[in-house]
């Protein structure tokens, strides 16, 4: 029995390794690789084309959609999956996070495919703040031979940088970080943000089509602009560019402003720009002219700011007098000669052997904002600050997490309250490139005696949420409260967690409120909620169909919800029910909630081309069933008219209306019912 058992197992161990290596087969780039000639030719132009996009414009965001095309004819060559994992690091519009998966299986494809494939897959951990997995594979890369100094002291650097983020992940920091929204940002990167101290105005830098010289830089984005944006009744302004004789041609930023709000301080030029003063007369800005004096040099003057009484500059360059690495901070005096005194380097203190950058001097005339490579970053730039008293600078401090990530954190301007600041980043909430957040700072958590009644039940919830419990705080009784909304996300056949995107909509306004992702190891994800709001849910991710939700919490409900969301794969038979599709009682035309759910539906199926699909429209067994038939088919007709209309082929869509013959609930209760009256999508 025993050795029929163990001939049983070697057979099925050889079975499983064999059909591990038919799944971990490197596939060529050949015919024979392909069950149609179509198929072979079709993804041979959609790689030559993101090849073309990458070798003319180094624009691997273009690149990366002819990469993915191909991608769903051919996911097994290790080519094309390392091409799709390094251009996800090289875009500036995509979550970087994405290469993982595809660094991963080109590695087990093909374990030779390139000697920098550990570091690679290295950096995507570390920018997905999963440290031990990115040093793990940074310590793999450095076991390799031949290893030029550079590329040793690179991944040295980040190893370092992934122990400083494992440090600071033990202590997150009490902020609420919020995105200032679509009437400042956009697709296109937004940075450098000034404001002026009552809060009422802003000046900001961005790189978008209709600039002053309306030119497009080598990286792709138009050359810099600044624009202005001001308060009224608690909303920002439609955004202005600021126009002659701010803007120019070339690069125009705004770093700076003064303490009498009458100068902005600007950066003009390309690879070696200068520092300007633009003076504000009147409601006009004079013509901009460059800072007197030694500050401007034939290198690099990237950023600067002015003390509270004017008198003193503070500012960024990589001048090599006293330089202690790359971009240092330098500080200057107004001097009535000569303008400005010959600047002096800030030290080592502040100074690391890496770039530092985007100096802000607070309102306090001692607290200096500063971003920096160096000191303990935990990737890219962080921010930090440094106090200077008693005649010198305190040791900076990193901002910590979540302000902090391992990209490019930059441009921190905080109020003279210190409750308030702003920067650029890039999150996943984010509308483009970088865009500009405003961050809360709670302070250290401490408890008065209005916030007793609040103490038992932060205790008691496992996942105690902050900003919830502050905002329902300060909420009036009767008012909108907020609840907690969790769950998983997982694949449909065989459970497995999937990382995704989750949409959340206002159906009433059609406005995207948030945007998050779950957990791509248990696939869980955690938004609050708050009640009246009519949401639409839209869950996506790459080789499956979108899943969508409707939720309207009414202002009574007080407990967290949770729910299971199963995905469906992208293929023949697969079908969801289209939740967010709305129509008036025993009517078929779409209601305007309707909208943002066949927005969805129209971005997959253009996104999927070769698609062809069914739509079709359910009643509950109330009434005559040739009439819910006809109700039926005329729903699932409004629906493809409107898909018609942005721009899909009628012959991929085909209506069909099937009365109550295909319930999905019983028609016993209400609820049940209210479940058989749907409209589905379905792949042919």
């Not at 919830?468 to 909304?485: D, R, T, Y």
């Not at 869980?524 to 949401?535: E, K, P, R, W």
């Amino acid at each position: 029995m025993k050795i029929r058992f163990f001939y049983l197992f070697i057979l099925l161990l050889n079975l499983f390794l064999g059909f591990s290596y038919c799944f971990a087969q490197n596939k060529p780039l050949a015919k024979e690789s392909f069950k149609s000639k179509d198929t072979f030719q079709k993804t041979r132009k959609a790689i030559n084309e993101g090849d073309e996009w990458i070798e003319m414009d180094q624009d691997y965001d273009k690149a990366l959609k002819h990469y993915l095309i191909a991608y769903k004819y051919f996911p097994s060559n290790a080519e094309l999956n390392f091409k799709i994992g390094t251009s996800y690091l090289n875009t500036d519009l995509q979550d970087k996070t994405n290469a993982i998966g595809y660094l991963e299986t080109a590695r087990k494809l093909d374990k030779n495919i390139d000697y920098k494939i550990n570091y690679l897959i290295g950096h995507s951990y570390h920018l997905a703040g999963d440290w031990n997995m990115a040093i793990e594979h940074f310590e793999k890369f450095l076991r390799k031979k031949n290893l030029s100094n550079e590329e040793k002291k690179a991944a040295k650097k980040n190893i370092e940088a992934c122990e400083n983020g494992k440090a600071l992940a033990k202590n997150p920091v009490r902020v609420f970080i919020d995105n200032m929204g679509k009437r400042i940002n956009s697709a296109y990167p937004e940075f450098g943000m000034v404001i002026k101290e009552d809060g009422s105005k802003i000046y900001f830098t961005a790189r978008k089509p209709r600039a002053v010289g309306n030119v497009i830089d080598g990286d792709s984005y138009y050359f810099e602009d600044i624009y202005e944006a001001s308060k009224l009744n608690g909303n920002w302004s439609r955004i202005k560019n600021m126009g002659k004789p701010i803007n120019t041609a070339g690069h125009d930023a705004v770093i700076g402003f003064s303490p009498k709000e009458d100068k902005l301080l600007i950066y003009r030029g390309s690879n070696n720009g200068d520092i300007y003063f633009a003076q504000r007369k009147g409601k006009s800005w004079q013509e901009p002219q460059k800072v007197s004096g030694a500050v401007n040099s034939k290198y690099r003057e990237t950023s600067a700011s002015l003390s509270p009484d004017g008198n003193t500059l503070y500012f960024t360059s990589d001048r090599p007098e006293n330089n202690k690495g790359g971009l240092d901070i330098y500080i200057s005096k107004r001097n009535s000669r000569t303008g400005w005194t010959i600047p002096k380097n800030l030290g080592k203190t502040i100074n690391s052997p890496y770039d530092e950058e985007a100096v802000f001097m607070h309102p306090d005339g001692k607290t200096l904002y500063f971003c920096s490579k160096g000191h303990n970053s935990i990737g890219g730039f962080d921010v930090f600050k440094s106090v200077f008293e008693n005649d010198k600078w305190s040791t900076p401090i990193n901002l910590g997490i979540p302000i902090n990530t391992a990209g490019d954190d930059l441009f921190m301007a905080v109020s003279a309250d210190h409750k308030t600041g702003y920067y650029a980043t890039f999150r996943k909430d984010g509308l483009g490139e970088k865009d500009l957040y405003k961050v809360t700072f709670l302070g250290p958590e401490k408890h008065t005696e209005t916030d007793i009644a609040f103490i038992d039940f932060q205790e008691k919830t496992e996942n105690f949420d902050l900003k919830s419990l502050i905002v329902n705080h300060l909420m009036e009784k009767g008012k909108s409260k907020l609840i907690p909304f969790e769950g998983l996300i997982v694949e449909g056949k065989d459970g497995n967690p999937v990382k995704a995107k989750l949409i959340l909509t206002d159906l009433d306004k059609n406005e995207i409120i948030e945007e998050i992702y779950s957990n791509e190891k248990n696939g869980g994800f955690s938004v609050t909620l708050t009640t009246g709001i009519n949401y639409g849910i839209t869950v996506s991710a790459d080789g499956f169909l979108f899943h969508s939700e409707n939720i309207f919490i009414s202002k009574k409900e007080k407990e967290k919800i949770h729910t299971k969301i199963e995905l469906s794969k992208l293929e023949s038979g697969s079908k969801i029910v289209l939740n967010n599709v709305f129509f008036d009682s025993d009517k078929f035309d779409l209601k305007p909630t309707s909208e943002a759910e066949l927005k969805n539906l129209v971005t997959l199926l253009k996104e999927n081309p070769e698609l062809k699909v069914e739509i079709s429209g359910h009643t509950d067994n109330v009434g005559n069933e040739a009439y819910n038939l006809e109700l039926s088919r005329k729903r699932a007709i409004s629906v493809v008219k409107k898909l018609m209309k942005a721009g899909i082929e009628i012959n991929r869509l085909k209506p069909v209306g099937y009365g109550s013959k295909s319930p999905m609930a019983s028609n016993e209760t209400e609820e049940g019912k209210q479940q058989n009256r749907r409209t589905e999508f379905k792949i042919l």
